[in-house]
Nanobody, 119 residues
Framework: QAQLEESGGGLVQTGGSLRLSCVVSGPSRIGGMHWYRQRPGNSREWVAS???????NYVDAVQGRFTISRDDAKSTVYLQMNNLEPSDTAVYSC??????????????WGQGTQVTVSS
């Protein structure tokens, strides 16, 4: 039984910053952790990932502005969002890959948290 609890969303002005957090618990060890977003009228898109070893990757639109990190002692993944733009307005959701012996990792999702960037 996986549980992902997100926090940190809210309303911010253009150029401002927010830090999203996602506390993860589940049935097994956690591998990769990810952030996605769904902007109004669009499908869900991938934003950032971090591997269990700490390697990170970002979609071009947030490169240099967003930073994904993890604290395994707290079973938490973060998304630091700086220099926010109105186009960043979206529901942000976290996901975690639970390692399973002999099977593909099982990905579970958080409920999402709203980020609104005003102009």
């Amino acid at each position: 039984q996986a549980q992902l609890e997100e926090s940190g969303g809210g309303l911010v002005q253009t150029g401002g910053s927010l830090r999203l957090s996602c506390v993860v618990s589940g049935p097994s060890r956690i591998g990769g952790m990810h952030w996605y977003r769904q902007r109004p009228g669009n499908s869900r898109e991938w934003v950032a990932s971090i591997t269990s070893g700490g390697a990170t990757n970002y979609v071009d639109a947030v490169q240099g502005r967003f930073t994904i990190s993890r604290d395994d002692a707290k079973s938490t993944v973060y998304l630091q969002m700086n220099n926010l733009e109105p186009s960043d307005t979206a529901v942000y959701s976290c996901a975690a890959d639970f390692i399973r012996l002999g099977r593909r990792p099982d990905r579970h999702w958080g409920q999402g948290t709203q980020v609104t960037v005003s102009s």
